[in-house]
């Protein structure tokens, strides 16, 4: 067995927890696959955007990294969208993502720094 | 010659998966990423931005080990985060060289 199914096993094994948590531990997409990690990365890319608008001068924001998100962000939204089944969670984080995106880029249009 | 409406190419580009679908574009344009960061080669450290550079070597490093574990792989995915996080892990490092040049300029600075 890997490290993380070792890992798994252990903390499965503790007689503390409720059935739920273990259920959910087991699971497919649960804690210990890389499935539940996929999408807090693609949130903490919105996060980090939005800790730069909050916090760094104008002039050191990347007008085409911001272009970059935004399209991406978009296209992957609309992709979610026309996929089967839809993936309602994932096309929230890339249509903020690209939300984050525009704004960054307004910003600089508003400060005469864009390109 | 063949006609212009048939054949691999044009089939390929009327099909449902082809270039005038976002079932195409959608994976293509996640290619912008490490191009960008291609662009920004020699990008002033001043205006990189430290947490943003961390979180994209994150994302790509997971999502490298995700397009693994999906059924069907995706190699093509795999590559692109690969080169993603190599570029952007290369920005961070730059940033963060930066960072410690400028603390060690400021120790080393003779107190009048």
């Known amino acids: 067995m890997g490290p993380i199914r070792q890992l798994q096993a252990f903390v499965c094994a503790q007689t503390f927890w409720p059935q739920f948590m273990i259920r ?23 996060i980090a955007n939005i800790n730069d608008m909050i916090k760094k001068p104008i002039e050191t924001i990347n007008p085409v990294q911001q272009s970059v998100i935004t ?45 | ?28 344009c996640n290619w912008f990423f490490p191009i960008q960061a291609l662009y920004d080669w020699n990008r002033d450290p001043a205006k990189i931005s430290k947490e943003m550079q961390c979180v994209l070597v994150c994302y790509s490093s997971l999502f ?14 795999f590559c692109m985060h690969l080169f993603n996080a190599t570029l952007q892990g290369r920005l961070l490092i730059r940033r963060l060289t930066w960072e410690s040049s400028q603390q060690k300029a400021i120790e080393d600075k003779p107190t009048n």
């Open chain 1, 24 to 46: 959910w531990f087991q699971a497919e997409k649960g804690p210990f696959t890389i499935f539940f990690y996929c999408p807090l990365a693609k949130w903490g890319i919105s």
């Open chain 1, 71 to 115: 399209l991406t962000g978009t296209l992957i939204a609309r992709w979610c969208w026309v996929l089967s089944p839809r993936q309602y969670m994932l096309m929230v984080c890339n249509s903020v993502m690209a939300c984050t995106g525009i704004i960054q880029l307004w910003r600089k249009h508003q400060a005469g720094l864009l390109f």
């Open chain 2, 1 to 28: 010659m063949a006609s212009k409406a048939s054949g691999i190419f044009w089939t390929w580009v009327h099909s449902s998966t082809g270039p005038k679908t976002t079932h195409f574009w959608a994976p293509v």
């Open chain 2, 64 to 77: 490298m080990r995700w397009a693994l574990r999906i059924s069907p792989q995706s190699y093509i995915l």
